[in-house]
């Protein structure tokens, strides 16, 4: 049972570089979140999507964009990289659109570096 | 608007010792509470959630939290705590009716010694 699945784990980024964050969930969940987690702030939502082809921003998406053309993934997309964008980011999914479990399952997260 | 209060960043405590990480909320509507462990270079792992009905939930590995309405808390306790518990631990909140979106606190990092 993969759960969510994130790559890459680690990456070095230049200041104006772009790259993409993998995301995949192999549950059939309709929702599926982007946080990112700064020391001593907790984690902050990016964007979240309640289905293939419905994304909305969340507390913090500057800098950032998301697509969701599956159920199963969810990349979130960096264009021009800043030092403000280093973090730990996570991606998360729950199926409550169709038990109302509101559980989150979280994949194991992609430190990010910008240089 | 929602947000999350957790009093304490660090609480250091003595292996086989009780502790009690303590969570505050604010939010106009009812709300979902959870309560997540990280260990470190790890993702986030469930430890236990209130829905609702009993005010008492018990989770994984011996912790249990108890919702309280009237002080808008949900304190997370363990009677015993092992050195493997060391991690950081978040409160987290949902407002019914949502998209599911979690309120993330700041976090409490556990460190149990020997």
């Known amino acids: 049972n993969a759960g969510v699945t994130q790559t890459p784990k680690f990456r070095i980024l230049k200041i104006g570089q772009s790259m993409t964050l993998q995301c995949a969930q192999d549950m059939n969940h309709n929702y599926m979140y982007w946080y990112r987690q700064d020391p001593g702030m907790g984690l902050k939502l990016i964007y979240y999507?309640?289905?293939?082809?419905?994304?909305d921003k969340g507390e913090v998406p500057n800098g950032y964009n998301v697509s969701r053309s599956t159920t199963e993934d969810f990349p979130l997309r960096l264009e021009l990289a800043a030092p403000s964008q280093t973090s730990v980011y996570f991606c998360?999914?729950?199926?409550?659109?169709?038990?109302?479990?509101?559980?989150?399952?979280f994949g194991q997260g992609t430190r990010l570096t910008v240089v | 608007a929602q947000s999350v209060t957790q009093l304490d960043s660090q609480v250091p405590v003595f292996e086989e010792a009780p502790v009690e990480l303590r969570c505050n909320y604010s939010?106009?509507?009812?709300?979902?509470l959870f309560w997540y462990v990280q260990y470190p270079n790890q993702g986030l792992q469930l430890l236990l959630k209130?829905?609702?009905?009993?005010?008492l939930v018990k989770g994984i590995n011996g912790f249990e939290a108890e919702f309280n309405k009237s002080q808008t808390s949900f304190h997370l306790r363990k009677p015993s705590v092992h050195i493997s518990d060391t991690a950081e631990y978040f409160c987290?909140?949902?407002?019914?009716?949502?998209?599911?979106?979690?309120?993330f606190g700041k976090g409490t990092k556990l460190s149990v010694k020997p």
């Open positions: 999507s309640v289905g293939a082809g419905i994304t």
């Open positions: 209130y829905l609702s009905g009993s005010t």
């Open positions: 987290a909140v949902s407002e019914r009716g949502s998209q599911g979106n979690l309120i």
């Open positions: 998360a999914s729950s199926d409550r659109g169709q038990t109302r479990n509101t559980e989150a399952f």
């Open positions: 939010s106009s509507v009812s709300v979902y």
